[in-house]
């Protein structure tokens, strides 16, 4: 079985020396209820709980997968009551607003209990970490008494949520959708359509399940302007059963623990949430939150893959690593001592920590951005209206990269640990492969890779530009200050990186605004990876800071060094060619996409 170590240290190292900075946008800066001792404790428990109820699940749920019956799917053997166990210990609650009974605690601990449980087993995260989701939909555009009603079952755990977005002949394209939706006298809606690849759209972990459905009113105008959001459960509050059925579910590549169904709806009585033709706006806090939670899986999934890896390679004996002429070794050298294998492990290291600290500062302005000042800690100092507003376009711009861009860096960390296993990775017994299968899906669901882009280049930094304002002038704040504090505590070598990148970015940034339509979108993907590798040099190069200015000096913090500088050294270099990619392309797309003469 896959071994698993919740990352303690890099978490405390990054809530309280990183993302502490009173300079930080959406810093953890004076939060009252997030101390170390608290931190430590949270992360203690749900790393135990991961590992003895949850990962022991992992191999068997790959195995066994779902079963799909007429009465209902059930999920593999024990996943119901680790469930169970789950809710029992209170975890649905951690974060959940405390009119809802939740304890109301920093997002950032959800993220980073999602980053654990997903290292333990994706598939049981594709059903538990849904309903915060759905309760920032139901938070921001449901009525009072559909959240009243809803909004405590959603965040005890004791039903769970769905999202009931795709269809056979609309998958990303949601304007095709024809779900239909048509009002009652009760003032409820009758919801006729089916909906396909709804992730936990049946099962047996909770007796009632709530979908939140995109549809049609019968005056919509077609396109994505005419969808409506509503809220149909698969049982009705006075115990009949509403008329949602599961078809089937789907036989994949991977995530076999987790049922991906096929929803028919036959006039199910259902809720608006928002107003008509404004279900695609009401989805999006949705949407969103779960793009952010694809991050935490992919460092959760890249983070068991590289410990297992490492752990390996600390093992197993294999060729002679050192050839000095004239000389033998006794022995066969340990995998970690061949510099490629080192490599190898050093690129997953960097891809880990980068993207763990990029998917905990995007939490932590998810706590900056959407708190209200009536109810937001003065100590913060994100009272202010403008800095909320910088924190929630920030978010936006990081979104995302945190979906597209951590999320194909994780596919390369997996598969680099198979590599690093060789034949034996290839085999199930490993546990590697099971991974490299699941973490495939990541770069698909909630928008694609490309989607992600895309949205990146033409709606935040061509479009509104805020968000990628807020970055750049936080990056040269920083770099300006780092400098002016001497060398102990300066990394002249990635601040004049990061310098360099934020002057590439705009010049490339600028470049893509006066090009072609055709080159822009082009240049999507490439761009996305650019403004990622901006993100995570600027929190790299805080982590040197921290690192650096830590009075203790332990061994784990010339590790943390060493890490920052190969990123830099090694990783790095791919945003000079993606720039000089953009650059050459932008120039010669209108002749190649052109019309062709013959």
Same mark, same amino acid.
């Given at each position: 079985?896959?071994?698993?170590?919740?990352?303690?240290?890099?978490?405390?190292?990054?809530?309280?020396?990183?993302?502490?900075?009173?300079?930080?946008?959406?810093?953890?800066?004076?939060?009252?209820?997030?101390?170390?001792?608290?931190?430590?404790?949270?992360?203690?428990?749900?790393?135990?709980?991961?590992?003895?109820?949850?990962?022991?699940?992992?191999?068997?749920?790959?195995?066994?997968?779902?079963?799909?019956?007429?009465?209902?799917?059930?999920?593999?053997?024990?996943?119901?009551?680790?469930?169970?166990?789950?809710?029992?210990?209170?975890?649905?609650?951690?974060?959940?607003?405390?009119?809802?009974?939740?304890?109301?605690?920093?997002?950032?601990?959800?993220?980073?209990?999602?980053?654990?449980?997903?290292?333990?087993?994706?598939?049981?995260?594709?059903?538990?970490?849904?309903?915060?989701?759905?309760?920032?939909?139901?938070?921001?555009?449901?009525?009072?008494?559909?959240?009243?009603?809803?909004?405590?079952?959603?965040?005890?755990?004791?039903?769970?949520?769905?999202?009931?977005?795709?269809?056979?002949?609309?998958?990303?394209?949601?304007?095709?959708?024809?779900?239909?939706?048509?009002?009652?006298?009760?003032?409820?809606?009758?919801?006729?359509?089916?909906?396909?690849?709804?992730?936990?759209?049946?099962?047996?972990?909770?007796?009632?399940?709530?979908?939140?459905?995109?549809?049609?009113?019968?005056?919509?105008?077609?396109?994505?302007?005419?969808?409506?959001?509503?809220?149909?459960?698969?049982?009705?509050?006075?115990?009949?059963?509403?008329?949602?059925?599961?078809?089937?579910?789907?036989?994949?590549?991977?995530?076999?623990?987790?049922?991906?169904?096929?929803?028919?709806?036959?006039?199910?009585?259902?809720?608006?949430?928002?107003?008509?033709?404004?279900?695609?706006?009401?989805?999006?806090?949705?949407?969103?939150?779960? !793009?952010?939670?694809?991050?935490?899986?992919?460092?959760?999934?890249?983070?068991?893959?590289?410990?297992?890896?490492?752990?390996?390679?600390?093992?197993?004996?294999?060729?002679?690593?050192?050839?000095?002429?004239?000389?033998?070794?006794?022995?066969?050298?340990?995998?970690?001592?061949?510099?490629?294998?080192?490599?190898?492990?050093?690129?997953?290291?960097?891809?880990?920590?980068?993207? !763990?600290?990029?998917?905990?500062?995007?939490?932590?302005?998810?706590?900056?951005?959407?708190?209200d000042a009536a109810v937001m800690d003065a100590a913060r100092g994100h009272c202010d209206p403008a800095h909320r507003a910088d924190a929630a376009a920030l978010l936006g711009l990081l979104t995302p990269i945190v979906k597209g861009f951590v999320c194909e860096n994780a596919q390369q960390a997996v598969s680099l640990a198979l590599q690093v296993h060789g034949g034996h990775g290839y085999m199930t017994a490993t546990g590697i492969e099971q991974l490299l299968r699941d973490a495939r899906v990541i770069t698909l669901y909630e928008g694609t890779t490309g989607i992600q882009a895309i949205d990146l280049l033409q709606r935040k930094a061509l479009g509104?530009?805020?968000?990628?304002?807020?970055?750049?002038?936080?990056?040269?704040?920083?770099? !300006? !200050?780092?400098?002016?504090?001497?060398?102990?505590?300066?990394?002249?070598?990635?601040?004049?990186?990061?310098?360099?990148?934020?002057?590439?970015?705009?010049?490339?940034?600028?470049?893509?605004?006066?090009?072609?339509?055709?080159?822009?979108?082009?240049?999507?993907?490439?761009?996305?990876?650019?403004?990622?590798?901006?993100?995570?040099?600027?929190?790299?190069?805080?982590?040197?800071?921290?690192?650096?200015?830590?009075?203790?000096?332990?061994?784990?913090?010339?590790?943390?060094?060493?890490?920052?500088?190969?990123?830099?050294?090694?990783?790095?270099?791919?945003?000079?060619?993606?720039?000089?990619?953009?650059?050459?392309?932008?120039?010669?797309?209108?002749?190649?996409?052109?019309?062709?003469?013959?």
């Amino acid at each position: 079985m896959l071994a698993f170590e919740p990352p303690l240290r890099d978490i405390r190292f990054l809530l309280f020396e990183v993302l502490s900075a009173p300079d930080l946008p959406g810093s953890l800066a004076g939060a009252q209820h997030l101390d170390s001792l608290l931190v430590d404790h949270i992360v203690d428990a749900m790393g135990r709980f991961a590992i003895d109820t949850i990962l022991p699940l992992n191999a068997g749920a790959d195995a066994q997968g779902c079963t799909w019956t007429a009465s209902g799917v059930q999920t593999p053997a024990g996943f119901p009551e680790a469930y169970a166990a789950f809710c029992a210990q209170g975890w649905p609650l951690l974060c959940a607003d405390p009119e809802l009974g939740g304890e109301g605690l920093p997002h950032v601990l959800f993220t980073i209990q999602q980053e654990i449980l997903s290292a333990a087993c994706h598939a049981f995260v594709m059903a538990e970490a849904v309903n915060p989701c759905a309760l920032a939909c139901l938070q921001a555009s449901a009525s009072p008494d559909l959240i009243a009603r809803w909004g405590p079952l959603l965040a005890d755990g004791s039903v769970l949520a769905t999202m009931c977005l795709s269809e056979a002949q609309a998958g990303s394209d949601l304007g095709l959708l024809r779900t239909r939706a048509a009002v009652a006298p009760d003032g409820s809606y009758r919801i006729t359509g089916t909906k396909i690849f709804a992730s936990g759209g049946d099962h047996d972990l909770t007796a009632n399940i709530v979908h939140l459905v995109l549809a049609r009113l019968p005056d919509a105008p077609p396109g994505t302007r005419g969808l409506t959001l509503f809220l149909v459960p698969k049982w009705l509050e006075d115990g009949t059963r509403n008329r949602v059925h599961c078809d089937g579910i789907e036989h994949k590549m991977g995530l076999h623990g987790s049922p991906t169904c096929t929803l028919r709806f036959e006039g199910a009585v259902g809720w608006r949430i928002g107003d008509p033709q404004r279900g695609l706006a009401a989805m999006f806090p949705m949407m969103n939150r779960a !793009r952010l939670l694809a991050g935490a899986q992919a460092v959760g999934l890249a983070d068991i893959a590289w410990q297992n890896a490492a752990r390996y390679a600390g093992e197993r004996r294999q060729g002679k690593a050192v050839s000095t002429p004239g000389t033998t070794l006794a022995e066969p050298s340990l995998l970690i001592a061949h510099p490629d294998v080192a490599r190898m492990l050093a690129i997953q290291r960097a891809w880990v920590e980068g993207g !763990r600290a990029l998917i905990c500062w995007s939490a932590a302005l998810i706590d900056a951005s959407v708190m209200d000042a009536a109810v937001m800690d003065a100590a913060r100092g994100h009272c202010d209206p403008a800095h909320r507003a910088d924190a929630a376009a920030l978010l936006g711009l990081l979104t995302p990269i945190v979906k597209g861009f951590v999320c194909e860096n994780a596919q390369q960390a997996v598969s680099l640990a198979l590599q690093v296993h060789g034949g034996h990775g290839y085999m199930t017994a490993t546990g590697i492969e099971q991974l490299l299968r699941d973490a495939r899906v990541i770069t698909l669901y909630e928008g694609t890779t490309g989607i992600q882009a895309i949205d990146l280049l033409q709606r935040k930094a061509l479009g509104d530009g805020h968000g990628l304002a807020v970055l750049l002038a936080s990056i040269d704040r920083w770099t !300006r !200050r780092s400098k002016g504090e001497g060398a102990t505590a300066h990394d002249e070598e990635i601040d004049a990186a990061l310098a360099t990148l934020a002057g590439t970015v705009k010049d490339v940034t600028t470049l893509l605004a006066t090009a072609s339509e055709p080159a822009r979108l082009a240049a999507a993907s490439s761009y996305l990876r650019l403004l990622g590798h901006l993100a995570t040099t600027y929190l790299w190069a805080r982590m040197l800071h921290a690192a650096a200015a830590n009075p203790t000096q332990e061994p784990w913090h010339a590790a943390k060094r060493d890490t920052g500088r190969f990123y830099v050294r090694q990783l790095l270099p791919e945003a000079l060619w993606l720039a000089a990619a953009i650059q050459a392309d932008s120039a010669v797309s209108s002749s190649v996409n052109g019309p062709q003469k013959r």
